[in-house]
Every structure is written in C-alpha cells, then in structure tokens.
C-alpha cells in the first residue's frame, strides 16, 4: 500500500540521487516557496525553528491516506481500518529506524511539548502506581535539574511536576557566550537529583549542550535524563543509541511533517515500568467499573483514534530528510550559519545572542540590533518578505540570562539558500536607516 | 514602504521622545502590565482628581520597556487622557480599542482621539494590535483600581457612572 512509507527513500526528493544537494530541485518540492508575499514580494522564509514547511511528498502521504485508507487505526474490523494499522504503525517503524531506536520505544504524541508533559505527569502519577513505578517518584528532598536554556516546554513541565510533588527544581546556568555553565555539574548533579532535563539544540542561540556528558553525570547518580530534540531531530544526525540520554522529545512539522503529531522516544524498559498520563481508549488491556489495567508501550500511552495520516505524513518526512542525507542536512545548515554569523555580526549595533563560531552550534541565530525592538526588525523584515521570529521565542529565562528582553531570530533548513541570508543581512541594514 | 502607514512620523516622534515617561509621584494606583508574547512590560501610575463633583484624571506616568509601536502609544495615551474626566478618557479609550479591533476598516473620529489617531496603521497588522493597546490596558486596570481604592472613595459615587 501506498500510505506507508519505507525507509528505502521512495518518497524522497525529486533531487535524489541527481547532485547530494541540490537547494534549487529542493525547493521546487515547496509549494509554499513559490507564492508570494507582501508587495508581491518572493517568499524569504527563515522562521523554520518555528515551524517548517512541508514538500508535496509529505503533503501526498497525508492526502493518499485521506484519499484511499482513511479509518481508526486499532480499531476496524475491516479492510480500511486495517490499512490505516500498516500506515500508523509503518510510520511508527520509520520513525524509529530515522533515530536509531526500536519501534516499541517509540510514542506518538501530539507535540514534543506533550511528549515532555508525559514523562512529567507519568512521574507524578507514579506516586499512586504500583511499585514497579517506584524509579519515577519524586518528592520533597528529590532534585529535578533543567538548564537555564530550556524552551518553556522543557522548563515549564518540570516546575509544575516540582509543584505538583514538593521536589526542587535546580538548573544548570548559561554563560555569556551562551553556552551551558558546567561548573557546578558537582554541586548540582547529585544523590537527590531524580531527573535531568535538557536540550538537545537551543531554539534561541542554536547551542549543542553537550548532552551526553550530562547524560553520563546523572545515570552514574542514578537520575532520568530527557532530551528536548526538537530543534536537533530536525537538522543533524540523532542515533539514540549515542545520546546517553533516557528520553528524547521532538516533533514533525519543525521536520518537514505535519503539525498535530509528535514523538516521545524512551528506553523500553523505563516505558514499560511507567505509568500512563493520558488514559481512555486504545491504551486499556481490560477495564470494568472498579478499574482498568492497561497496555504494554507504546500503545500505554496513545490513548484515542490516532493520529495516523499525521503519522504518514511524518514517515514521508523522514523518507525526504534521509534521502537528502542528514549529514548534508547538516552541512547545508552549518555553510548558510556560518554566513549569516559573518555578515550579520560585521553590522555596527547588532549583537548576536550564543556562539559566534558554528562549534557545536545549530542553525538559529538570534540578534538584537541596538536602538531598535525585535518586534519592529521583525515588522521591516516582513515588510521586504523576509519571515523571521522577533520575540523571547519561548524562552524568557535564557534572554534573561544574556541581558536582553527579546531578540530577532533567523533559522534555517533544507530549502534555504545563501541569497536569502544576503537578503536578511541588507534587511537589518535597511531596518537601522529607517529607525535611525 | 508599505510599513511607513504603521510607522506614521507622529508615532516615530513619539518613540523617540516620549511624553509623560517616567514614574511620578503622587498616585492613587500603580499597575505592572505584560505581553507575554514579547515579553514587553510597562509599570503605570495614574492619579485622579475631582472635577466639579466627577472623577478626572490628574496624572498618568510610566515606565516601559518595549517596541516603537508600545513606547508610542503609551505616550500617545497619556496626552491623549491627562486632564479629562474619567468618563471622557474611557471614552477615548474605548474609541482606540475599537480603532485596533477594525483591521483597518474604520474610521476614526480625529476628535476624540487626537494623536491616537496616528495608529490607524496598525491595525492592519494583527501581530503589533497587542503591542499598541499595552499602555492603554495598564492605564484602563489603574484606573479601574483607583477608583476602587481609598483614593477612589470620594470620587466614587461619579467614579462608578463611567
């Protein structure tokens, strides 16, 4: 059947196979790229750390599945129902297959924002579980540590779970350059520490923690670790067999997917032990007026119809994403950061927020221009069609921390391309001479 | 530049000097107002008055951190509300936030709203509406608690009118 996709790449790019990276055959699988905007202006797109936009392969894995298998997976006694299973759980095996994990370790959500809600209210839940969830309580005297540098959705649940359970929340600072202050790992990770929560690429300086360092720390103390993925997943290799990590978050419409569905990836034994957040159909084994037991993983902790033409769409992500090479994906992103870093940082007034070389660093740069708001670089850049991000983009602790109250930000992806970062850079300019 | 509708030159001037900028003593209320969006704030004070038996607004100061469009509003509203009754300024209020709920379609009455008139542009841009009524909330919410206030309580019997 057509709705599940195969990790042999058959619906990758029109590209593949021709040049490794061809920007301009990528682009041309945008449909998107190709309409206009303000003044009738070409698309610049570079809010990609936001959301990305979808190539028509993803597109027609959505609509194929509407068009010709559309049914509850789990569910029908019949032949639709039972396409819809393949494509679901087809998708479910090419999404592990892309990150190197087994498809039993893999849940879908709808967000990676749930995705990290669901290890935290599984913790708290655990509280009433049975014993074999005794490895996910915590309560007053146990440490949940985060970084400064987290996106709301990786701090937010772990302040909550601390409200929720009386344990403490530490985090690891963030330096003036932006990375993660290390120096006190001995004094924040400890005895205490029940789970540390990090993220994988920082969706504001483009940071790469090094995650399995921390990782290492805190398995030898016995703690949890999860991974925010979603702004790594998307540009660069990720085998969750190196990660160190217990926990891996991301989300598919920041890749090239659908928005409505995203991933949690755990370890099959922590999955098997945890206790579900979400509960309702599809996640009980047998349920009677007392009380309900439920599934093994993954389907524990998919409760409802699911989300299966988003989870075609998601597969066909992934299909495009390893046909262009992730590694190249990588190198692509890595040439127009090194670009943006050079040219924007030579402009008098602006300030790069994070690392200015691209060591350990991914593809979002975010700026402020001095005398000038985010929201108003933002507002003259839309103007000359260029879309970026001018806010605190979801983490207001790490702007804080780097002195500034928001910034403007530029990311980048797969159809991106050297002249849009030439655009951006004669926008900032053009922005300073009209609020001069 | 399409833009330059928004950034009309009245609302440049007001954002590079803005009027009643800067806390001011005394007040009957103080309110500390926040976009969660952008994480733009402004702290507001408004003293009232009594004129002629109605509650009217003595004094409105402010600090803010934030866009041309936020920094230009609020000073624009505190011209725009200083020296009227309470009812007066509401009014003027309520005629501004109508003005950036129209998406462009309005027509404002120059009037009333005086330089306020300026932000016309604005509401053609959904994503800056929030930014341009930030000053003008804080002071709705002080007033509000002014009124409410032991401040409040002489002028409250015209206060409770508007």
């Known amino acids: 059947m057509t709705a599940t996709s195969t990790p042999t790449g058959q619906a990758g790019p029109a590209s593949a196979g021709a040049r490794p990276f061809d920007v301009t055959a990528i682009r041309a699988d945008f449909p998107i790229l190709g309409r206009t905007v303000r003044g009738g202006r070409p698309l610049v797109y570079l809010d990609s750390g936001a959301t990305s936009h979808k190539p028509r392969q993803v597109l027609d894995a959505e609509r194929d599945f509407y068009t010709m298998h559309n049914s509850a997976a789990h569910r029908g006694a019949h032949l639709l129902g039972e396409e819809a299973t393949d494509a679901y759980e087809g998708a479910r095996a090419r999404v592990a297959a892309f990150i190197g994990a087994d498809p039993g370790e893999i849940v879908f959500t709808k967000s990676a924002t749930e995705a990290l809600n669901l290890v935290a209210y599984a913790m708290s839940n655990a509280a009433t579980a049975g014993p074999q969830a005794q490895r996910f309580r915590v309560g007053p005297g146990d440490e949940v540590l985060v970084t400064e540098m987290e996106h709301h959705a990786n701090l937010v649940p772990w302040q909550q779970l601390c409200q929720r359970t009386g344990a403490t929340l530490r985090w690891f600072g963030v330096t003036r350059d932006g990375r993660l202050d290390l120096s006190r790992a001995d004094d924040l990770v400890t005895d205490r520490t029940r789970l540390v929560a990090v993220t994988h690429q920082s969706n504001v300086t483009g940071t790469i923690p090094p995650v399995a360092q921390i990782a290492a720390l805190a398995r030898a103390r016995g703690a949890l670790v999860v991974a925010d993925g979603a702004q790594s997943v998307p540009h660069r290799p990720v085998d969750v067999t190196a990660l160190g990590a217990d926990f891996l978050a991301f989300s598919a419409h920041k890749m090239l997917g659908p928005s409505g569905i995203g991933v949690l990836w755990g370890r099959r034994e922590l999955l098997e032990a945890m206790p579900p957040f979400i509960s309702g159909g599809s996640m009980i084994e047998v349920v009677r007026m007392e009380g309900s037991t439920f599934l093994p993983p993954p389907e524990r902790f998919e409760a409802g119809v699911p989300a299966a033409a988003q989870a075609a769409g998601l597969a066909a992500a992934c299909d495009y994403l390893d046909a262009l090479g992730m590694e190249n994906v990588a190198a692509h992103e890595e040439a127009l950061t090194a670009h943006a870093l050079d040219a924007l940082g030579a402009i008098p007034g602006v300030r790069i927020l994070g690392p200015l070389t691209t060591e350990q660093r991914g593809g979002a740069v975010s700026f402020t221009v001095d005398e000038v708001h985010p929201h108003d670089v933002g507002q003259v850049l839309d103007e000359l069609g260029i879309a970026v991000r001018a806010n605190h983009h979801c983490a207001w602790p790490l702007h804080r921390a780097l002195g500034t109250a928001a910034s403007t930000r530029a990311t980048f992806y797969v159809y991106n391309t050297h002249d849009e970062v030439d655009a951006l850079v004669e926008g900032v300019r053009q922005t300073q001479r009209f609020f001069s | ?162």
């Open chain 2, 1 to 162: 530049m399409e833009v330059e509708s928004m950034y009309r030159e009245i609302i440049l001037d007001h954002y590079r000097h803005p009027h009643n900028k800067g806390l001011r003593e005394p007040y009957d209320a103080q309110v500390h107002h926040v976009n969660p969006l952008c994480g733009d704030e402004v702290t507001l004070r408004v003293a009232l008055k009594d004129a002629a038996g109605e509650a009217a607004v003595a004094d409105v100061s402010y600090d803010a951190l934030g866009c041309s469009i936020s920094q230009a509003s609020a000073s624009v509203m505190t011209e725009a509300v200083i020296g009227k009754t309470v009812r007066e300024a509401m009014d003027i209020s309520g005629a501004f936030l109508e003005l950036m709920q129209s998406r462009g379609a309005a027509e404002p009455d120059e009037d009333l709203l005086g330089d306020a008139v300026a932000f016309e542009g604005v509401a053609k841009y959904p994503a800056r509406i929030k930014c341009a009524l930030l000053g003008w909330m804080a002071w709705k919410d002080a007033t509000a608690q002014a009124l409410e206030g032991s401040a409040g309580a002489a002028l409250r019997s015209s206060g409770e009118q508007t």
